[in-house]
């Protein structure tokens, strides 16, 4: 099991740039592929993005590809998604998850462990 803490979340406007971060407390943290996702109040958490566990393959969902990246520094248990030309409709809670050798899923049952997370909003 790893435990996962999320920061980094914020208020910004419209086209402005944030990233959040994910510090795993594990020492294995290079076994582990790491997901992204996002909720708003009344809906299902939605996948954002995700990066396997040796950094090879990385997936997103198709609304912020190209303005969004994950990375994995393994030295500093530490995962981070890059938030680029944000819009109001990214606003959400951003939650990190991990999976035991995980190969990018894009799917919440592949995850076992989860963050708290952390709020950002995009203003218009």
């Known amino acids: 099991q790893v435990r996962l803490r999320d920061s980094g979340g914020g208020t910004v406007q419209a086209g402005d740039s944030l990233r959040v971060s994910c510090e795993a407390t594990t020492h294995q943290f290079s076994r582990y592929g790491i997901g992204w996702f996002r909720q708003l109040p009344g809906k299902e958490r939605e996948f954002v993005a995700s990066i396997s566990w040796n950094r090879e393959t990385s997936n997103y969902r198709d609304s912020v590809k190209d303005r969004f990246t994950i990375t994995k520094d393994n030295d500093k248990n530490m995962a981070y998604l890059q938030m680029n030309n944000l819009i109001p409709e990214d606003t959400a809670v951003y939650v990190c998850?991990?999976?035991?050798?995980?190969?990018?899923?894009?799917?919440?049952?592949?995850?076992?462990?989860w963050g708290q997370g952390t709020q950002v909003n995009v203003t218009s």
């Open positions: 998850a991990a999976e035991y050798f995980g190969r990018a899923s894009t799917t919440l049952r592949q995850y076992r462990d």
